[in-house]
């Protein structure tokens, strides 16, 4: 079975300032990989979606992830919090048997 | 991306009344859908996996007749928490995987249950 993990259940980060939240991943076999963000009392919404290609991958709300297969990672940055960032954040993986793992999330909180 | 639309978002019931939330692809038609439990501040714990026609598949430590799922059609499944407790009161999210791309999930809004 897979394991995600996510680095840092909480992240602060100032209005402005870049968000990078951290994930990584057990598979020897390159995985699908995703971000979704959950605000209050809400379901999960897709961020970003890793296949294949470019590693280097662009989603909604100016917020973009790498994966990087050396370092079995798939971290989310954003150049430039807003407050309307802060939320909850899953990264997941699945398998090629179409099973899905989530990470343990991260409270992104931003600071005015 | 495709749609998955939940109802009811909010329910309040009293101790030992039974409670149907229902879970539905709008756009596309899943032959497979999850129930997920998310307790607060914590990640989604895989309650079941709903398979049209057939019988539900739960998880460890999920009580079946509690918990009653039904798949009757290819967008819709229903969670049914029966002889509801306080200790039932939680956030349940359901998903469905979109046939027509990779697999990825997409989610309900979610269902807040609070249990008198």
């Known amino acids: 079975a897979q394991s995600v993990t996510q680095l840092g259940s909480h992240v602060s980060v100032s209005e402005g300032a870049l968000v990078l939240l951290r994930c990584n991943y057990s598979?020897?076999?390159?995985?699908?990989l995703f971000w979704y963000v959950q605000y209050p009392n809400q379901g999960l919404q897709l961020l970003l979606k890793?296949?294949?290609?470019?590693?280097l991958v662009k989603g909604i709300n100016g917020f973009e992830a790498e994966f990087k297969k050396s370092e079995t990672s798939f971290h989310l940055t954003k150049p430039s919090a807003h407050m309307s960032d802060a939320a909850e954040y899953f990264c997941?993986?699945?398998?090629?048997?179409?099973?899905?793992?989530f990470g343990t999330g991260t409270s992104l909180t931003v600071i005015p | 991306g495709a749609v998955v639309s939940q109802h009811p978002s909010w329910v309040i019931c009293k101790s030992g009344t039974s409670v149907k939330i229902e879970c539905r692809s709008l756009?596309?038609?899943?032959?497979?859908m999850f129930w997920y439990r998310q307790f607060p501040k914590q990640s989604l714990m895989l309650m079941a996996t709903?398979?049209?026609?057939?019988?539900?598949?739960?998880e460890q430590g999920v009580e079946k007749d509690k918990f009653l799922i039904n798949h009757a059609s290819l967008t819709l499944s229903t969670l049914t928490v029966t002889s509801a407790h306080p200790e039932d009161s939680s956030f349940y999210i359901c998903?469905?995987?979109?046939?027509?791309?990779?697999?990825?999930?997409?989610f309900g809004e979610g269902s807040r249950l609070t249990v008198l």
């Open positions: 997941a993986v699945s398998d090629r048997d179409n099973q899905f793992y």
């Open positions: 890793y296949t294949t290609g470019a590693t």
């Open positions: 756009d596309f038609q899943a032959t497979t």
């Open positions: 598979s020897s076999v390159p995985p699908y």
């Open positions: 998903s469905a995987r979109d046939p027509r791309g990779i697999g990825e999930l997409f």
């Open positions: 709903s398979n049209e026609g057939s019988k539900a598949t739960y």
